[in-house]
């Protein structure tokens, strides 16, 4: 099997625009993510895809394969979708570039486990979420999975909303999960996803995973201790002191 990775890098964010070249010790946040999924044994071929020609030579510049794409896309899986239209590959991992703290080990176990499952056309990440207060920030997208392990649901609310709990933090009562923004596709399940329209609730919630779901699609949730930090404002910047080496 070959595995095409790919970073959709969109430069404009309406929350914090331009975040992905945000210099950190003198480099851009996207460079860190390369560098973890440059370094993952499994994967052939790591590709960041932009529509702006700004990343091309941020990227560039660091020694990355980048590729132009269509400014019309909603979603990073979109993205890579039309970035697998140019290249043979079995497996199309999508990796979010404003995901920091990935680390090539966990990327390599997680896409080794997809591998194995053959009958499992689309997989992500989950880890047990252990600060209370991410419960509360939209910003932490929750998972929900069942005894195997299939996503159930993703949402930015509290998911679920457990009746009755007193005394310690709820997080400390019961495993709530969050979501990690890695996707692991089989190319026929990318080029599904891409023809399908977005749907209500991924609309709803701005999450795109929810265009399966709400096709009847099914995601398997792979169970990482691996700790990210999602910058999705500039808040998030100092969370990363810890994480990012």
Avoid at 73 to 83: P, W
Avoid at 167 to 182: L, T
Wanted: aromatic residues 8%.
């Amino acid at each position: 099997m070959k595995i095409l990775a790919v970073i959709p890098a969109r430069l404009q964010s309406s929350r914090f625009s331009h975040k992905v070249l945000f210099p950190l010790r003198d480099r851009p946040l996207l460079y860190y993510v390369w560098r973890e999924v440059a370094k993952t044994k499994c994967i052939d071929q790591t590709i960041i895809a932009t529509d702006s020609r700004e990343v091309v030579t941020a990227a560039e510049q660091f020694g990355a394969e980048v590729e132009l794409t269509a400014r019309k896309h909603r979603t990073g899986s979109d993205r890579a979708a039309e970035i697998a239209k140019r290249h043979q590959a079995d497996i199309i991992v999508n990796i979010q570039a404003d995901n920091l703290g990935l680390k090539a080990p966990g990327l390599n176990r997680a896409i080794n486990a997809f591998r194995a499952d053959r009958g499992t056309p689309v997989g992500t990440l989950v880890r047990r979420l252990i600060n209370n207060r991410d419960l509360s920030d939209p910003d932490v997208v929750k998972a929900v999975v069942n005894r195997d392990n299939q996503a159930l649901w993703f949402s930015r609310s509290v998911l679920p909303w457990v009746r009755g709990m007193r005394g310690k933090p709820r997080a400390d009562q019961f495993p709530y999960w969050y979501h990690i923004g890695i996707y692991l596709f089989r190319r026929s399940a990318l080029e599904q996803f891409a023809r399908w329209r977005r749907s209500p609730y991924e609309k709803a919630e701005s999450l795109e995973q929810l265009r399966i779901l709400e096709h009847g699609g099914q995601i398997r949730a792979y169970k990482t201790r691996m700790q990210t930090v999602s910058v999705d404002s500039p808040k998030d910047l100092k969370k990363l002191a810890k994480i990012v080496r």
